[in-house]
């Protein structure tokens, strides 16, 4: 399956942003979707994951009550609604797809598509 995600950009702290991942996969309602993000000089790190029935989700801690994940599967496409933006958000931003059941592991996931930037600034 190949991804496409969009919707990065600059915002100001407090601030919102959706981000959209694009799947081509005539499969794509079977895959777990997850977000993942990498700020300058650190490691890529799991934000949240929707499963393929869009009920059950995983939250990191930092974006719990800000970020939600949806997913609509006719359009092949899940959703990142980033609330209440922080300096502290700014990374490259990628989703990422597996089958079977979710995961936070980067190692997990072997379906990435090239990251979106998200710039919050002060």
């Known amino acids: 399956v190949q991804l496409q995600a969009s919707g990065g950009g600059l915002v100001q702290a407090g601030g919102s942003l959706r981000l959209s991942c694009a799947a081509s996969a005539a499969t794509f309602s079977m895959y777990v979707v997850a977000w993942f993000r990498q700020a300058p000089g650190k490691d890529r790190e799991f934000v949240i994951a929707?499963?393929?029935?869009?009920?059950?989700?995983y939250d990191a801690d930092s974006v719990k009550g800000r970020f939600t994940i949806s997913r609509d599967n006719a359009k092949n496409s899940v959703y990142l609604q980033m609330n209440s933006l922080k300096t502290e958000d700014t990374a490259v931003y990628y989703c990422?797809?597996?089958?079977?059941?979710?995961?936070?592991?980067?190692?997990?996931?072997?379906?990435w598509g090239p990251g979106t930037l998200v710039t919050v600034s002060s």
């Open positions: 929707i499963t393929s029935n869009g009920i059950t989700t």
């Open positions: 990422a797809a597996r089958t079977g059941i979710s995961n936070t592991a980067v190692s997990a996931y072997g379906y």
